[in-house]
């Protein structure tokens, strides 16, 4: 069964600080990663997308993914209160499949 | 464009009824995903539709079915309410079957049952 580990938190941070997730992934095949935000109450939106080792960068945000470890983590620089949500880690296995797994997600609070 | 739009937003119905929720997906968008939220987790994948076939199904009982119309709307039905079938429930569209790590979602409809 394929499993996505993500602490759940809440990971406290101030504002200004960078803000580090991490999530692990049980599938050696897995070729494709998501990071998705969910404020409270709402639905989860999607914020980044890797498929190769290494960083990428979008604005304030940093994808890492390292497939040998099966780690990927989502860095955000000078967090804002705004940044405060939970974020879900999903992955999309190998082997043909079209159907990502989520992880439980870690919530992030940035205070002021 | 219109988003993902789902109805209804919020319902409340008692054990053993049926309920059927709606999903219309972005315009051009032609695979739709269910998935099911309980507080503090993670959506769990319940059924995968793309150009009216179901693709994936993920570990729900037989209760839980869906279907795909010819204008891409989906369908999620649900029988024999359960207490534990209280949860968001999620549809998501993606453009392409290869497309669907890229999720977009609808609000939810969030079922309660007593």
């Known amino acids: 069964q394929k499993e996505v580990e993500q602490n759940s938190g809440p990971l406290s941070v101030p504002e200004g600080a960078i803000a580090s997730l991490n999530c692990t992934y049980s599938d050696r095949g897995s070729q494709s990663f998501f990071w998705y935000r969910q404020y409270s109450g709402k639905s989860p939106e999607l914020i980044m997308s890797i498929y190769s080792n290494g960083d990428k960068e979008d604005g304030r945000f940093t994808a890492q993914l390292n497939k040998a470890s099966q780690y990927v983590s989502l860095l955000i620089r000078d967090s804002q209160p705004s940044d405060s949500a939970t974020y879900l880690c999903?992955?999309?296995?190998?082997?043909?499949?079209?159907?990502?797994?989520f992880g439980r997600g870690t919530s992030l609070i940035v205070h002021p | 464009d219109a988003g993902v739009t789902q109805s209804p937003t919020h319902l409340i119905k008692t054990r053993g009824q049926q309920v059927t929720l709606r999903c219309s997906p972005i315009s051009g968008h032609k695979s739709v995903s269910w998935y099911q939220q309980v507080l503090g987790q993670g959506p769990q994948f319940i059924f995968q539709?793309?150009?009216?076939?179901?693709?994936g199904r993920g570990n729900f009982p037989d209760r839980f079915s869906a279907r795909q119309f010819p204008n891409y709307s989906s369908e999620l039905n649900v029988n024999a309410l359960l207490l534990g079938d209280s949860a968001l429930y999620l549809c998501a569209s993606s453009r392409r079957l290869g497309d669907t790590g890229e999720l977009f979602f609808g609000e939810g409809s969030r079922l309660t049952v007593l």
């Open positions: 539709y793309y150009e009216k076939e179901e693709r």
């Open positions: 999903a992955v999309l296995g190998g082997g043909g499949s079209y159907i990502p797994t």
